[in-house]
């Protein structure tokens, strides 16, 4: 199926790699190294040399923290948005948020996805998509509330649970006017799970490729693949690459990413072995 992102189409034999640029003081990952916004900026510029089609802005660290509310969010991103749009016009514009009113803001600026990362907490985000002509990612959190972490959280089956409740979800936005080819679903690697139910959905991600919906992973130095190999944040790449190559070969369609050159050759090389990409070259044996 072809994905309409906004105003940017591709086609179902092209992976895409979403890169994640955070205006955020306290993030898991890079520490704040892009909360100032001419660094934010860098980073844009740096992941799209690198290949990204998509970058995804966030104002909000998933984690506990500091509240910040929807005008500290609007502040932090929407003018950002307006600055990579006039800077990248061939650029797939994302802004994780999970607030309607946020994405109002950065659709108007010229956003092209809103990635909800917590499960429809805001029922009225798929309404600003099909307002915008916006594509949304529909995740799968188990309910639990924006930034908390998940305490003794328990499914019966959380495969059968992530199918059930981002397809909910997708038709919930398609009945909302969203096109049906910008509607992604996201099993949400961590959130509202433990390590064994990451590692479950990792294990059995065809069976929610197989529902026809595109498939979005965000694995990218996760807790699941920290605590698997005992690894803190800054030495978990070769185990996200791991993960990477088993959803790769499952059919996963956008990888959120923060090291984007060393998940697309993961990605591309695990795709061509699956038969969906062709060698870039191929003489050996034939010149």
């Known amino acids: 199926m072809t994905l309409r992102l906004g105003r940017h189409s591709f086609a179902d034999d092209r992976p895409l790699m979403m890169a994640i640029v955070n205006r955020t003081p306290d993030s898991f990952f890079d520490k704040g190294a892009t909360w100032a916004e001419d660094s934010a900026f860098d980073r844009v510029a740096q992941v799209v040399d690198e290949g990204a089609e998509i970058v995804d802005i966030g104002g909000i660290k998933a984690a506990p923290g500091v509240v910040v509310d929807d ?15 006039a800077a990248y016009p061939g650029l797939v514009i994302s802004v994780d948020t999970w607030r309607a009113s946020v994405g109002r803001a950065v659709c108007a600026e010229g956003a092209d996805v809103l990635n909800d990362a917590w499960g429809g907490a805001d029922p009225g985000l798929v309404d600003v998509a099909a307002e915008f002509g916006a594509a949304i990612i529909c995740t799968h959190t188990g309910g639990v509330t924006p930034r908390t972490r998940p305490h003794r959280i328990a499914y019966d089956d959380v495969v059968a649970s992530a199918i059930a409740d981002t397809t909910a979800y997708a038709e919930r936005a398609l009945a909302a006017g969203v096109d049906r080819e910008s509607i992604v679903i996201d099993p949400a690697h961590d959130f509202g799970k433990n390590t064994f139910h990451s590692l479950e959905i990792t294990r059995r991600l065809d069976e929610m490729t197989a529902t026809g919906w595109p498939v979005l992973v965000s694995l990218s130095n996760k807790d699941f693949v920290g605590e698997t190999l005992d690894k803190p944040v800054g030495e978990r790449l070769l185990g996200t690459l791991a993960a990477t190559t088993v959803c790769a070969l499952a059919g996963a369609r956008i990888y959120r990413v923060h090291q984007v050159p060393e998940t697309r050759q993961v990605v591309d090389m695990t795709w061509t072995i699956a038969g969906r990409r062709p060698p870039a070259r191929a003489i050996r044996g034939l010149a």
């Open 71 to 85: 005008e500290e969010e609007k502040r932090r991103v929407v003018s950002f948005v307006a600055r990579v749009r």
